[in-house]
């Protein structure tokens, strides 16, 4: 409310704000809930509540904090949110008649375990009711006085009655994550290392007699150990009970710190109350995570809040400590392999998604390459069209490449169809267009021949011969393939050869090659209508090159005494005539020692002439492949 920051509130024994409505903390840092004109947001949080406001504001206080309530924590439980109400009864809340009757009528008496969105969903509790319980709750929080503390007392008595060198013994061996050695304290004490080990003893005994014979220290660690099921937050229970957060004496040590020590039904972890051992608690978090998992390693986070009976909030804030990547609402309990994950974005998505959106949502970031190898070698994936992936359990029909796609209607047609009806098949399943169902239909292992589909009987061959095939040479069983480094080759993506290149090698529609190379064995593949080259990465990396270097790659697919594959750099233009020039740029291995009669006949056989063709021949050649510049260089040497 305006102005209320200017009425004074200071020397009470109250609880803060803060203190008797804990989720205020999350409106701390601002905007401010009361006062626009504040200079300090929310500073009136830490102060106490409710003490030297005046009447007339103290309602409408309670009113805008109800109204904040409602609408941003519609599913925190009243008894968590109002832990300082000592019932959370109908009755107790002195409700008006018809919020009440409302409430009986629904079978809601008791609210303790009620959320907002819980009571706006009871027949006849609408958004003023509820506002009227917050209210009510609000004002229960901030009026009642906080309770003695009993277990501090008992504490302060038991420090009481200890003598001086047990104080010390109790701070340094006992009630400390640091434990003092026995031979620093007798230093420390002036005694024998033997004489503290006694001493130590005795007042271990004493102190858990004392935990154990005392029932307000003995009910505070209950609380404790009941919350830890197996993990709750520190911060939480000290809110509702601030008594576990007291200092004990002029030790300096609160309450939970001394109870965790003594108590080995729960430790205190990071400002984690956690079942027995941290890693207990681990297991058993992860047990639960284990039977509550989905196909795909997913458990929606207020599953797992309900299994360990805290705050969705507070799960996830207990999954990312513990480890744990949580993901729009769920917990991933398998995401150390790219294929959990992969698997996880899917089922969150629940429809198809591209490999680009797919690998920027897997975390942590992996490469478009390594996400793309593992839906292809997993079965929970499935490729719905050319773009889309999907999980196999959805049902989908997989897809495939056209040209499989052509091979499964034929057989199951008896070896032929009409075009029109195979067109209208494929672009009508998948995401196809119609051009490319007709492309692949008359070319490669296919044939389309008075609108008729079926297989080809006899191996298609290149369109274009090797003399007429661009940067393509040969010296004796050796193949050359002139060709320029570029980005997707420094990637590791494969690229198309030739079909003529193909056909000379042993590829060609249905069948592979496989060549032995010095880094390994090399595929030559042929994919639908096209030859394709399987990744060079592997010889960029041992040479060296980047884009825009020029190499050979060269083929003697019947070789025996060498590599059968193998990437060459192009060497620097050689010196010499215009002639010998010119075979160096096919790469030929003698082009520097040939004598100059030797040449044109080697030329000539490199670009699959007679030996006895003239330059005049062979620069028609040139020129014909688009080999425009070779040919010039003839030209000036004629």
Same mark, same amino acid.
């Given at each position: 409310?305006?102005?209320?920051?200017?009425?004074? &509130?200071?020397?009470?024994?109250?609880?803060?704000?803060?203190?008797?409505?804990?989720?205020?903390?999350? /409106?701390?840092?601002?905007?401010?809930?009361?006062?626009?004109?504040?200079?300090?947001?929310?500073?009136?949080?830490?102060?106490?509540?409710?003490?030297?406001?005046?009447?007339?504001?103290?309602?409408?206080?309670? @009113?805008?904090?109800?109204?904040?309530?409602?609408?941003?924590?519609?599913?925190?439980?009243?008894?968590?949110?109002?832990?300082?109400?000592?019932?959370?009864?109908?009755?107790?809340?002195?409700?008006?008649?018809?919020?009440?009757?409302?409430?009986?009528?629904?079978?809601?008496?008791?609210?303790?375990?009620?959320?907002?969105?819980?009571?706006?969903?009871?027949?006849?509790?609408?958004?003023?009711?509820?506002?009227?319980?917050?209210?009510?709750?609000?004002?229960?929080?901030?009026?009642?006085?906080? %309770?003695?503390?009993?277990?501090?007392?008992?504490?302060?008595?038991?420090?009481?009655?200890?003598?001086?060198?047990?104080?010390?013994?109790?701070?340094?061996?006992?009630?400390?994550?640091?434990?003092?050695?026995?031979?620093?304290?007798?230093?420390?004490?002036?005694?024998?290392?033997?004489? !503290?080990?006694?001493?130590?003893?005795?007042?271990?005994?004493?102190?858990?007699?004392?935990? /154990?014979?005392?029932?307000?220290?003995?009910?505070?660690?209950?609380?404790?150990?009941?919350? *830890?099921?197996?993990?709750?937050?520190?911060?939480?229970?000290? #809110?509702?009970?601030?008594?576990?957060?007291?200092?004990?004496?002029?030790?300096?040590?609160?309450?939970?710190?001394?109870?965790?020590?003594?108590?080995?039904?729960?430790?205190?972890?990071?400002?984690?109350? !956690?079942?027995?051992?941290?890693?207990?608690?681990?297991?058993?978090?992860? *047990?639960?995570?284990?039977?509550?998992?989905?196909?795909?390693?997913?458990? %929606?986070?207020?599953?797992?809040?309900?299994?360990?009976?805290?705050?969705?909030?507070?799960?996830?804030?207990?999954?990312?400590?513990?480890?744990?990547?949580?993901?729009?609402?769920?917990?991933? !309990?398998?995401?150390?392999?790219?294929?959990?994950?992969?698997?996880?974005?899917?089922?969150?998505?629940?429809?198809?998604?591209?490999?680009?959106?797919?690998?920027?949502?897997?975390?942590? #970031?992996?490469?478009?390459?390594?996400?793309?190898?593992?839906?292809?070698?997993?079965?929970?994936?499935?490729?719905?069209?050319?773009?889309?992936?999907? +999980?196999?359990?959805?049902?989908?029909?997989?897809?495939?490449?056209?040209?499989?796609?052509?091979?499964?209607?034929?057989? *199951?047609?008896?070896?032929?169809?009409?075009?029109?009806? +195979?067109?209208?098949?494929?672009?009508?399943?998948?995401?196809?267009?119609?051009?490319?169902?007709?492309?692949?239909?008359?070319?490669?292992?296919?044939?389309?021949?008075?609108?008729?589909?079926?297989?080809?009987?006899?191996?298609?061959?290149?369109?274009?011969?090797?003399?007429?095939?661009?940067?393509?040479?040969?010296?004796? %069983?050796?193949?050359?393939? @002139?060709?320029?480094?570029?980005?997707? /080759?420094?990637?590791?993506?494969?690229?198309?050869?030739?079909?003529? +290149?193909?056909?000379?090698?042993?590829?060609?529609?249905?069948?592979?090659?496989?060549?032995?190379?010095?880094?390994?064995?090399?595929? &030559?593949?042929?994919?639908?209508?096209?030859?394709?080259?399987?990744?060079?990465?592997?010889?960029?990396?041992?040479?060296?090159?980047?884009?825009?270097?020029?190499?050979?790659?060269?083929?003697?697919?019947?070789?025996?005494?060498?590599?059968?594959?193998?990437?060459?750099?192009? #060497?620097?233009?050689?010196?010499?005539?215009?002639?010998?020039?010119?075979?160096?740029?096919?790469?030929?291995?003698? *082009?520097?020692?040939?004598?100059?009669?030797?040449?044109?006949?080697?030329?000539?056989?490199?670009?699959?002439?007679?030996?006895?063709?003239?330059?005049?021949?062979?620069?028609?050649?040139?020129? %014909?492949?688009?080999?425009?510049?070779?040919?010039?260089?003839?030209?000036?040497?004629?």
């Amino acid at each position: 409310m305006s102005g209320l920051s200017r009425y004074s &509130i200071g020397g009470s024994t109250r609880l803060s704000w803060l203190d008797a409505l804990p989720w205020l903390g999350e /409106h701390r840092p601002g905007p401010p809930l009361l006062d626009e004109g504040d200079l300090l947001a929310n500073a009136w949080m830490t102060t106490p509540a409710g003490e030297s406001v005046p009447a007339e504001h103290l309602d409408e206080v309670y @009113r805008r904090l109800a109204v904040v309530f409602v609408r941003d924590h519609r599913e925190l439980a009243l008894a968590t949110a109002f832990p300082h109400v000592p019932e959370h009864s109908t009755t107790a809340l002195g409700l008006g008649e018809r919020t009440e009757a409302a409430l009986r009528a629904a079978g809601a008496t008791e609210l303790a375990d009620f959320t907002v969105a819980r009571l706006a969903a009871l027949r006849g509790v609408g958004p003023a009711s509820i506002t009227e319980i917050v209210t009510a709750l609000i004002q229960r929080s901030v009026e009642t006085e906080p %309770a003695n503390a009993p277990a501090l007392a008992e504490f302060d008595r038991l420090y009481g009655e200890l003598g001086e060198r047990d104080r010390f013994l109790l701070t340094a061996r006992i009630l400390t994550d640091r434990r003092t050695t026995l031979a620093e304290c007798g230093t420390a004490l002036g005694i024998s290392r033997e004489r !503290v080990n006694q001493l130590d003893n005795r007042l271990r005994d004493r102190v858990h007699a004392a935990f /154990h014979s005392s029932r307000h220290l003995y009910a505070a660690a209950d609380r404790l150990a009941a919350a *830890a099921r197996p993990v709750a937050g520190l911060d939480r229970l000290i #809110a509702a009970v601030p008594e576990l957060g007291a200092p004990l004496g002029d030790t300096g040590i609160a309450l939970w710190f001394a109870l965790a020590h003594l108590d080995s039904r729960f430790d205190v972890v990071d400002g984690w109350v !956690v079942a027995e051992t941290m890693d207990s608690a681990r297991g058993r978090v992860r *047990a639960v995570l284990t039977e509550l998992a989905s196909d795909e390693g997913l458990v %929606a986070i207020p599953a797992i809040a309900a299994e360990l009976d805290i705050s969705e909030a507070e799960a996830a804030t207990w999954l990312h400590y513990a480890g744990y990547r949580v993901l729009d609402g769920h917990v991933l !309990v398998r995401s150390a392999s790219v294929h959990d994950n992969i698997a996880a974005v899917l089922a969150l998505s629940g429809s198809p998604m591209t490999i680009d959106d797919i690998h920027a949502a897997v975390v942590p #970031a992996r490469s478009l390459s390594s996400v793309r190898n593992a839906m292809v070698s997993d079965d929970r994936f499935v490729k719905t069209d050319r773009a889309h992936w999907a +999980l196999a359990r959805w049902g989908a029909s997989r897809y495939v490449p056209i040209h499989r796609q052509i091979g499964e209607v034929l057989d *199951a047609n008896g070896g032929r169809i009409p075009v029109e009806e +195979l067109v209208e098949r494929l672009t009508g399943a998948f995401d196809v267009k119609e051009f490319s169902v007709r492309t692949y239909a008359a070319s490669g292992e296919y044939m389309t021949i008075d609108g008729i589909v079926t297989r080809r009987k006899q191996t298609q061959r290149a369109r274009k011969s090797p003399a007429k095939t661009r940067n393509l040479y040969r010296e004796g %069983a050796v193949l050359r393939l @002139r060709t320029t480094i570029v980005a997707p /080759h420094v990637k590791g993506s494969a690229f198309n050869l030739p079909a003529a +290149l193909a056909g000379l090698v042993g590829a060609g529609p249905n069948r592979s090659v496989e060549l032995s190379s010095r880094l390994g064995p090399q595929s &030559i593949l042929w994919v639908a209508v096209q030859a394709r080259s399987g990744t060079i990465k592997r010889f960029i990396d041992h040479l060296g090159l980047t884009p825009g270097d020029e190499v050979f790659l060269e083929f003697a697919p019947e070789a025996t005494d060498r590599p059968q594959f193998d990437v060459v750099p192009v #060497a620097p233009a050689a010196p010499g005539s215009a002639l010998r020039r010119v075979l160096a740029a096919t790469g030929h291995s003698r *082009a520097a020692e040939l004598a100059e009669a030797e040449l044109a006949p080697a030329l000539a056989e490199s670009l699959w002439l007679p030996a006895e063709a003239g330059l005049a021949t062979i620069g028609t050649t040139l020129r %014909a492949r688009k080999e425009d510049a070779l040919a010039e260089l003839l030209t000036a040497e004629r």
